[in-house]
């Protein structure tokens, strides 16, 4: 099945510094997804990259994909306490259906 | 306005009971989900329906059952509960045919124990 899978497991940093998430898949998709998840909550959709795209912007977010090693990666910038969550990659096959979520990267951003 | 709710938060019961879970989306969706995460963050799509059909039905037991009554509402019915079917169950909805291309709004979650 289509997994994404993150790495490493848990990440701790300092406020201001920068966080870098990485993502691994197995075969090909139609795109790749990142979301967040506070303690407690429900996961929040970040970002989307299609399959045709190498890097995309969101405010302190940064992703990039490269399909050749089937790996995507999440870069926030100027950390805050705030960011502290789970982080969760999807990648999505092109027909869609199975998916199913690593285990996230847990960050931890210390004030 | 919260967009993807689900009621309970938490559910707290013994096993063998049957309970269920409601989900509602005001966002004007035409698919929805049930995903259910574990106690190592492990998140598993379970079901998806899309205008009250169902698409897809990953290997979950029989003692599962989704109900759409409209497109707005995807419930999830658990009979003879187990100590395994303790996890937190999450409602999901997006836009599109029912196939996971598009970005997903999560509900709050439904801490389910089973003692």
């Known amino acids: 099945s289509q997994q994404g899978e993150e790495d490493p497991q848990a990440l701790s940093i300092q406020e201001g510094e920068n966080a870098t998430m990485n993502c691994s898949y197995k075969?090909?998709?139609?795109?790749l997804q990142w979301y967040r998840q506070n303690s407690g909550r429900g996961l929040v959709h970040l970002i989307l990259?299609?399959?045709?795209?190498r890097e995309k912007h969101s405010g302190r977010l940064r992703v990039t994909l490269d399909t050749s090693k089937k790996s995507s990666s999440l870069l926030i910038t100027a950390s805050r306490a705030a960011d502290t969550a789970s982080y969760f990659c999807?990648?999505?096959?092109?027909?869609?259906?199975?998916?199913?979520f690593g285990e996230g990267t847990q960050l931890t951003v210390n004030p | 306005d919260t967009a993807v709710s689900q009621t309970p938060k938490y559910l707290v019961t013994q096993m063998g009971n049957d309970k269920s879970i409601k989900c509602e989306q005001n966002?004007?969706?035409?698919?929805m989900y049930w995903y259910k995460q574990d106690s190592k963050k492990f998140l598993k799509i379970m079901f998806s329906y899309n205008n009250k059909e169902l698409i897809i039905n990953e290997t979950v037991p029989n003692r599962f059952s989704p109900k759409s009554p409209d497109k707005a509402h995807l419930n999830l019915h658990i009979n003879s509960l187990e100590l395994g079917d303790s996890a937190v169950y999450f409602c999901?909805?997006?836009?599109?045919?029912?196939?996971?291309?598009?970005?997903?709004?999560f509900g709050p979650g439904t801490r389910l124990t089973v003692l």
């Open positions: 999901a909805s997006s836009e599109g045919s029912g196939y996971i291309y598009n970005e997903q709004f």
């Open positions: 999807a990648a999505i096959p092109p027909g869609g259906s199975r998916l199913t």
């Open positions: 966002l004007g969706h035409d698919t």
């Open positions: 075969t090909s998709i139609n795109n």
């Open positions: 990259i299609r399959s045709n795209e």
